[in-house]
């Protein structure tokens, strides 16, 4: 009999950063999702990777002087060493520079083309590189800023092709009322239908601006829009258009889980591309919270981001996983602070859970030389521990079919106090005191020895390494995967008459006011670090440099082509300081310059120093110095 099946995706990531706790976040999530459905039976498909196309990735390419696919290839690398550290079981990891992936974006497009929803125009409005999103003068805040990132967004108005998304506005309104579940929160599909009902715009989905990304089929001038490449990652992953490939077998997605953030893109412009071109739509989307960190907001320049991979190695991977998924509801924006997590750590992990596994096999060495005694002596609040472990169970299955991942871990901790509270009201070292109470003393204890097999399936989606640990403490042989759901849920399985394995603690203390002072000084080590000394600085041959002449480069919004008089000789320097200074104005100027920097090529250009310059925001301001210096002074 074929299993049933189940396909959940995370969104593929930007290349432009490197992972942060967000990108944890969501991809946990699924990953608890998918252990899940695998752990009760189903054929699982989970879906991860990387969104490498768009104008952002060419610019900041650019600036570091190598190629969009160089910088692409790096941060993948640093996405994929994540996924193995936090112990993430994805089935594929995409990529949107692969080649097949280019083939389905071309074949979706021509598609829609022919099927006249696509049509050529011209583009007159506001857009926001960062976001990679179009914006009306109406959606602007403060005068040209984007309503979603609040930075400044550039007027366009360049030739491009339009999808008639407007068209499908109706249809899709219509979908989303009749289907509650396609969009969850429930305050997000209220978001989205309000948006819908304001009336749907034909979406410009070309740039000719720019070259990195994938080309309009038979006009090879424009590059299909990053959102049109990104979103088709979810059926291209799965072969289509070859619906006898994975596509057919797991199409549509059970779950696109996404940051609230790139709802709209997810509900509106996916479901009428797939409209369009006649693909059922996905049964849900899911738009979670985002994280603040000690009640603030994460940015570079508050150097609060938090490193996902730094938390993992501080705290360990299964304590990092039950924190996301525990401490917030699944939706809503979450504030992380070390106190919460060392609270969870202490008090959840180590005094509830690893307590209770570590005094129960202690009972067992003690009083049966570790060996698992049969079941032969029952009471009525066995079967209460029976009939909670299948209760749990099934909130489990109901809680996390909701992505309800803290309600469902909720659940799991009533059986932990459950069972903590069994044992303290059985009084096993009491049985042990009388001889003839034998039997009750080991039926009592293969009670709590199974109630905690029972946690090591409940807890396996969430804390795997730990639910691994957990069955070989137990020494327990039975395959954790089920086939059905009720064979999960079945109790009284734990064989009797094995050895139990090395008894460990799972989850050592930590000592806060310890651990405060060690993330301080390293705090502090890795500011010192940052730090030059005086012989390290004077290496640095700062000069004096007249700008002779001034182009634009080819191709580049951003870099100017500098020739620059140091006195006793002259040179070309490639400067990204075209956005905020008109070449002509320039020439003549006396600038301080990086005299004695490697040369390095950008976009094919031989650059043999740099300009100095202080940035505000995206303007550049180049260090002007008076007239009268000479060019090739030495800067002191």
């Known amino acids: 009999m074929n299993k049933p099946t189940f396909y959940v995706t995370t969104p593929i990531y930007y290349v432009n950063d490197v992972p942060h706790i967000g990108h944890a976040y969501t991809t946990v999530a699924a990953d608890v999702i998918s252990?899940?459905?695998?752990?009760?039976?189903?054929?699982?498909?989970?879906?991860?990777?990387?969104?490498?196309?768009?104008?952002?990735?060419?610019?900041?390419?650019?600036?570091?002087?190598?190629?969009?696919?160089?910088?692409?290839?790096?941060?993948?690398?640093?996405?994929?060493?994540?996924?193995?550290?936090?112990?993430i079981s994805y089935d594929k990891f995409i990529r949107t520079t692969d080649d097949y992936h280019k083939k389905s974006v071309q074949y979706i497009f021509k598609k829609m083309m022919d099927n006249g929803d696509i049509y050529q125009g011209e583009y007159e409005g506001w857009y926001c590189t960062p976001c990679e999103t179009y914006?009306?003068?109406?959606?602007?805040?403060?005068?040209?800023?984007?309503?979603?990132?609040?930075?400044?967004?550039?007027?366009?108005?360049?030739?491009?092709?339009?999808?008639k998304m407007s068209k499908y506005q109706d249809a899709l309104l219509k979908h989303i009322e009749e289907n509650?579940?396609?969009?969850?929160?429930?305050?997000?599909?209220?978001?989205?239908i309000s948006f819908i009902k304001e009336g749907l715009r034909d979406l410009s989905v070309s740039r000719v601006s720019f070259k990195w990304g994938i080309p309009v089929p038979d006009d090879p001038k424009h590059v299909i829009y990053v959102w049109i490449d990104a979103l088709t990652n979810y059926i291209s992953a799965l072969g289509y258009p070859n619906e006898d490939d994975l596509f057919g077998k797991y199409w549509p997605a059970d779950f696109h889980i996404v940051g609230k953030d790139i709802l709209r893109f997810h509900t509106v412009y996916w479901p009428t591309m797939l409209m369009s071109i006649g693909v059922p739509l996905p049964k849900s989307v899911f738009a979670h919270g985002w994280w603040t960190v000690e009640g603030q907001k994460m940015s570079k320049s508050l150097g609060n981001a938090?490193?996902?991979?730094?938390?993992?190695?501080?705290?360990?991977?299964?304590?990092?996983?039950?924190?996301?998924?525990?401490?917030?509801?699944?939706?809503?924006?979450?504030?992380?602070?070390?106190?919460?997590?060392?609270?969870?750590?202490?008090g959840d992990l180590s005094n509830?859970?690893?307590?209770?596994?570590?005094?129960?096999?202690?009972?067992?060495?003690?009083?049966?030389?570790?060996?698992?005694?049969?079941y032969v002596v029952s009471d009525t609040e066995d079967d209460r521990i029976a009939d909670l472990i299948v209760s749990v169970f099934k909130d489990m299955d109901r809680y996390l079919l909701d992505l309800s991942f803290n309600k469902a871990l909720g659940s799991i901790w009533e059986l932990v106090s459950a069972l903590n509270?069994?044992?303290?009201?059985?009084?096993?070292?009491?049985?042990?005191?009388?001889?003839?109470?034998?039997?009750?003393?080991?039926?009592?204890?293969?009670?709590?020895?199974?109630?905690?097999?029972?946690?090591?399936?409940?807890?396996?989606?969430?804390?795997?390494?730990?639910?691994?640990?957990?069955?070989?403490?137990?020494?327990?042989?039975?395959?954790?995967?089920?086939?059905?759901?009720?064979?999960?849920?079945?109790?009284?399985?734990?064989?009797?008459?094995?050895?139990?394995?090395?008894?460990?603690?799972?989850?050592?203390?930590?000592?806060?006011?310890?651990?405060?002072?060690?993330?301080?000084?390293?705090?502090?080590?890795?500011?010192?670090?940052?730090?030059?000394d005086y012989d390290y600085f004077s290496k640095l041959e700062l000069r004096a440099g007249k700008i002779l002449n001034a182009e634009k480069v080819e191709k580049s919004e951003k870099l100017l082509k500098l020739k620059v008089d140091l006195g006793s000789e002259q040179r070309q320097i490639i400067a990204g300081i075209a956005k905020s200074y008109n070449p002509k104005d320039l020439v003549g100027k006396t600038v301080a310059i990086v005299a004695n920097l490697k040369p390095a090529k950008l976009m094919g250009l031989t650059s043999e120093g740099m300009v100095l310059a202080a940035t505000s925001g995206d303007r550049y301001y180049i260090l002007e110095l008076p007239e009268d210096v000479k060019p090739g002074s030495v800067i002191k």
């Open 35 to 87: 252990r899940y459905k695998r752990l009760s039976g189903y054929d699982v498909f989970f879906l991860t990777g990387t969104d490498e196309h768009g104008q952002k990735i060419e610019m900041a390419a650019e600036k570091q002087g190598i190629t969009p696919k160089q910088l692409a290839d790096k941060v993948v690398e640093r996405f994929k060493n994540l996924w193995i550290k936090l112990n």
């Open 180 to 192: 509650p579940e396609f969009i969850k929160p429930a305050s997000r599909r209220n978001e989205i």
């Open 352 to 374: 509830d859970l690893g307590n209770l596994l570590n005094r129960t096999l202690g009972m067992l060495n003690r009083y049966f030389d570790g060996v698992v005694q049969p």
């Open 135 to 163: 914006w009306t003068e109406t959606q602007l805040l403060d005068g040209n800023c984007c309503p979603s990132c609040r930075r400044e967004t550039t007027k366009l108005k360049e030739p491009s092709y339009f999808f």
């Open 421 to 532: 509270k069994y044992i303290d009201t059985m009084a096993p070292w009491n049985l042990a005191k009388d001889p003839s109470k034998k039997d009750r003393l080991g039926s009592v204890i293969y009670v709590v020895l199974d109630g905690i097999r029972a946690l090591s399936l409940m807890l396996y989606p969430f804390m795997p390494g730990t639910a691994l640990e957990m069955r070989r403490q137990l020494n327990t042989k039975r395959e954790i995967f089920k086939s059905t759901f009720e064979e999960l849920c079945k109790v009284r399985v734990l064989e009797s008459g094995q050895k139990i394995g090395e008894v460990k603690q799972l989850f050592p203390r930590i000592d806060e006011e310890n651990l405060q002072l060690e993330i301080k000084k390293e705090n502090e080590e890795s500011k010192h670090s940052e730090l030059v």
């Open 306 to 346: 938090i490193d996902p991979s730094w938390l993992v190695d501080k705290f360990g991977v299964d304590q990092i996983r039950y924190f996301l998924m525990r401490e917030v509801p699944f939706g809503l924006d979450g504030d992380f602070s070390f106190k919460a997590l060392i609270h969870r750590i202490n």
